[in-house]
């Protein structure tokens, strides 16, 4: 999902607050499937290259796959795949599918959009994920061109792909919109146009969208009668309103006019205990960067102390952080990655359960205060003063920073915690330039892997913005994608051991899982969530009163 790069509200192409509403007219009427669904914020782009988020267009624009339920693979527009042996080389057959204007989708569309995306003029945020394909990274680096991808037509129907090094989780990844085809006979005569308008488009997916002129606040997906299953189809119309509060939204829900809702952390306080509650929590968990970097050179000392990282984490009372900002305790963290994203393949127990160390996560004021003392005396002075950057767009960010600084004053003695909060784009940019000592941020999984997560402090990765480097986990990390990308459970523990190897360092110290709760009705069946990657999945949402 966006990368969030400091903790701010979940927004994406798309990636709306639910809200959903039928009408009062008969069941048996086709009218009666429609959703009113309320977003929270304005769409910013439908050019699936250039797009920072795919909350729900996946039911706009199909892949190879799309995510059903538990975000589980399915395939898509591909009716059948198949690797070889050393899972280097990927072969998907079309089905007879096309465009929403009634336009055959082939092998070519999805080797010019491949192309299209790491091309380094289109600048798409996302092109760094197409760097394990052959010559990826060299493309989007501008050091080759982009017909070397690895990605040809083998013939109208066959798209054959070759990977630089095995994909454990390549069939989700190519559940990601920004896999699937685009048609270029429609981005060249856009041209500019391209993406900016709901009518300067065609649909690979389930829906079409309708009404949105680049700029307001409502439009519509409507069933898409060329895609090909469109029989399974039940939903004929999605609208969407921008309904930014959710005080508002609340209210409408109230009043019966709305039939799903987001609940703010005040509103959830009240409704914890309802009926029609739902958790539609994407996998996202809010932690502390520390910048390796740091251009004043004492701060660089204190940050790079590993003695002084792990005085602030065993120094934060999570779960009184937790129930600050939820209103209720949730599952402790455990580590960078949340509960519910990925399962072990042999066990199925939660990663989240296998990560964790019993001493870097919990609170321990002695400890901490011991850890903090080793570190003062090896950097040679009494007093540590740091600042935190945090976004104002984010409504949990005034409680999170004043708990922060709050609770590392009073269990560090000398310590002072300087608060920087900035508006979100101002605090992105920051945090991208390296230009902070920490701060706030959050990470949101683009797909059902641990390594969406641990791919971040890894060296020289594009997120990276703290550049941690740590011998150990970059070579477990590198050992789960070489090595031992062939054997699950093999490059499970890789990550495992990584993962543990971030605690222990504290390369980044998790804070909580971000939660979100929705309140609704019980008429609105059968929507499918996912936790990472496409968010929402209407293929088969239906009505029934």
Known sequence: MKKLLVASAMTALAGVTLAACGNNSSNNDAKTQTLNLAATSQLST????????????????????????????????????KTSKDGKTWTFKLRDAKWSNGKDITANDFVYSWRRTVKPATKAEYSYLFNDVENGEAITNGKMNPDKLGIKALNKHTVQIKLTKPIAYFKTLMAYPLFGPQDQATVKKYGDKYGTNAKYMVYSGPFSIEGWNGTNDTWSYVKNNNYWDAKDIKLKKINYTVVANPTTSLNLYNQGKIDVTA???????????????HDYSYSMTTFLRYNFNDPDEQNRKIINNKNIRKAISLAIDRDQLNESILGFNTKKITGFVPYGLANDPKTGKDFADQQGNKDSLAYNKKLAKQYYEKGLKELGIKNVSLSLMASTDDSNTPVATQYLKAQLESVLPGFTLNLRTIPGKLASDNATKGNFEISLSSWGGDFKDPITFLQIPEQNTPYNFGKYNDTKFNALLKKAGTTDANDASKRWQDLIDASKELNDDQGISPLYQVRTYYLQKSYVKDVIHNTAGPQWNYTKTFIKK
């Open 46 to 81: 439908l050019d699936i290259s250039t797009s920072t988020g795919y909350g729900s267009t996946g039911n706009a624009f199909s892949s190879f796959y799309k995510l059903g339920d538990d975000g589980k693979p399915e395939l898509d527009l591909a009716q059948s795949a």
């Open 263 to 277: 609940l703010s952390s005040e509103q959830l306080k009240n409704y914890k205990n309802n009926s029609e509650l």
